[in-house]
């Protein structure tokens, strides 16, 4: 039964992911992958809410597996950012490509502490 949950959330994050990716992408003229480094940083945002919430308990794990496994991740992607950063670095834009790595785990990280420390104020 808990695999339904992980599809349930799969079936909202894969589509979330690519609306936000072409909406992000569509208004940026630039080769740095802002689509797939918005739904990254959020799902990283979510996902320490998520983890927050649960030490709190206020969060168990049928809706870990609905919003952190299934949501997070199909709304996440790292082959893609991996891919995007790859070529990038093969067609010279070696700058954006080192951004991109540096500017995702900064981020990402910075959300996922951002998370965690909102849903401690929340149900601390």
Same mark, same amino acid.
């Given at each position: 039964?808990?695999?339904?949950?992980v599809?349930?959330?799969?079936?909202?994050?894969?589509?979330? #992911?690519?609306?936000? !990716? #072409?909406?992000?992408?569509?208004r940026? !003229?630039s080769?740095?992958?802002?689509?797939?480094?918005?739904v990254?940083?959020v799902?990283?945002?979510v996902?320490?809410?998520?983890?927050?919430?649960?030490v709190?308990?206020?969060?168990?794990?049928?809706?870990?597996l609905?919003?952190?496994?299934?949501?997070?991740?199909?709304?996440?992607?790292?082959?893609t950012?991996?891919?995007?950063?790859? #070529?990038?670095?093969?067609?010279?834009?070696?700058l954006?490509?080192?951004?991109?790595?540096?500017?995702?785990?900064a981020?990402?990280?910075?959300?996922a502490?951002?998370g965690?420390?909102?849903?401690?104020a929340?149900?601390a």
């Amino acid at each position: 039964m808990n695999w339904l949950l992980v599809v349930a959330g799969a079936m909202v994050g894969a589509p979330l #992911r690519y609306l936000t !990716d #072409r909406a992000v992408q569509s208004r940026h !003229d630039s080769v740095f992958p802002w689509g797939t480094f918005v739904v990254n940083v959020v799902g990283c945002l979510v996902l320490g809410l998520l983890t927050g919430a649960a030490v709190a308990g206020a969060a168990g794990s049928r809706l870990q597996l609905l919003l952190g496994t299934g949501l997070c991740g199909a709304l996440t992607t790292y082959s893609t950012f991996s891919y995007e950063t790859l #070529r990038l670095a093969e067609t010279g834009a070696r700058l954006h490509a080192a951004a991109n790595v540096v500017a995702s785990v900064a981020a990402g990280l910075g959300a996922a502490f951002a998370g965690v420390t909102l849903a401690e104020a929340l149900w601390a």
